[in-house]
């Protein structure tokens, strides 16, 4: 859990210094870390924000990786019809 702490606080101050690729990475951990303690709420909606500036970056590794954990949670949830669609 201080895990989050610490990602919570680089996500921050990616923000504020613009840096959107170190920022999405910080969502990413913060997904997966809330998607290993069953938060998949929680995961789904820190991964959705990587997820579009992933995209926005033309960032097609770090798309994958989130796709990757979306198809994780949804799997876990037993919502497999939609791991074809994701936003």
């Not at 610490?6 to 951990?29: P, V």
């Amino acid at each position: 859990r201080k895990s989050l702490e610490y990602y919570e606080k680089s996500l921050q101050m990616f923000q504020q210094l613009g840096m959107r690729r170190n920022a999405s990475g910080s969502l990413l951990s913060l997904a997966d870390v809330h998607y290993r303690l069953n938060n998949y709420q929680k995961s789904l909606d820190y991964v959705n924000q990587a997820l579009l500036i992933k995209r926005e970056l033309e960032d097609k590794q770090g798309e994958s990786r989130a796709l990757n954990l979306i198809g994780m949670i949804y799997d876990d949830l037993g919502n497999k019809e939609k791991i074809g669609s994701p936003k």
